[in-house]
């Protein structure tokens, strides 16, 4: 059974910084491409950030390049996003996702943590 984990939400400051981690577990975590997504309120979803399976290669949205840094570990089945610079249009449930399969997008997804960024 898939089951991924969301933790490190909460409420910044503007300017502040966040790390969410997302716990895998029930598959092997090594081999599949993984997705931090986010919906801020009344608004769709939007796609953070994409991370390979090795780590070494990733890409972000235009709203998040220079401030936000995809990784994981394999060895402990995690996935993190750092969020520096927060601003508040930050504000949002991000949900770690993982993919499909061949990088077609994802089909399982975290229960989500809140991000709130205010002052």
């Known amino acids: 059974q898939v089951l991924l984990v969301d933790s490190g939400g909460g409420m910044v400051q503007p300017g502040g910084s966040l790390r969410l981690s997302c716990a895998a577990s029930g598959f092997s975590f090594s081999p599949y491409w993984m997705y931090w997504v986010r919906q801020a309120p009344g608004k769709g979803l939007e796609r953070v950030s994409t991370?390979?399976?090795?780590?070494?290669?990733?890409s972000y949205a235009d709203s998040v390049k220079g401030r936000f840094t995809v990784s994981r570990d394999n060895a402990r089945n995690t996935l993190y996003l750092q969020m520096n610079s927060l601003k508040s249009e930050d504000t949002a449930v991000y949900y770690c996702?993982?993919?499909?399969?061949?990088?077609?997008?994802?089909?399982?997804w975290g229960q989500g943590t809140q991000v709130t960024v205010s002052s």
């Open positions: 996702a993982r993919d499909a399969g061949y990088a077609t997008g994802p089909n399982y």
């Open positions: 991370i390979n399976p090795t780590g070494d290669s990733t």
